[in-house]
């Protein structure tokens, strides 16, 4: 599966973007897709990850209650809709897919989204 991240961009502290990562190929269903990001000087890190059919989901701690992961199976997408932003989300995002669930390898990748929250 082919992943393509998008809808990244600058906003104010307490804003919300939603990102979006677009797949190619007829089993995306098949996949658990996950979301990091990576900010300038760290590591990159977990933020949220959504099963095959939607139904479980996990999410970092620092994202928890902030950020919703979603998908359309339909639209071979999903979305990170990203609410009362802090300038410590600052990072590029990334998208990734992996066929278990729970995820444990995520092996296909997408460029990532550039997202800056100014203070």
């Known amino acids: 599966v082919q992943l393509q991240a998008s809808g990244g961009g600058l906003v104010q502290a307490g804003g919300s973007l939603r990102l979006s990562c677009a797949a190619s190929?007829?089993?995306?269903?098949?996949?658990?897709i996950g979301w990091f990001r990576q900010a300038p000087g760290k590591e990159r890190e977990f933020v949220a990850a959504?099963?095959?059919?939607?139904?479980?989901?996990y999410y970092a701690t620092s994202v928890k209650g902030r950020f919703t992961i979603s998908r359309d199976n339909a639209k071979n997408t999903v979305y990170l809709q990203m609410n009362s932003l802090k300038p410590e989300d600052t990072a590029v995002y990334y998208c990734?897919?992996?066929?278990?669930?729970?995820?444990?390898?995520?092996?296909?990748w997408g460029q990532g989204t550039l997202v800056t929250v100014s203070s």
């Open positions: 990734a897919a992996d066929s278990n669930w729970p995820p444990k390898d995520f092996a296909s």
């Open positions: 190929g007829r089993t995306f269903s098949s996949y658990a």
């Open positions: 959504i099963g095959w059919s939607g139904g479980s989901t």
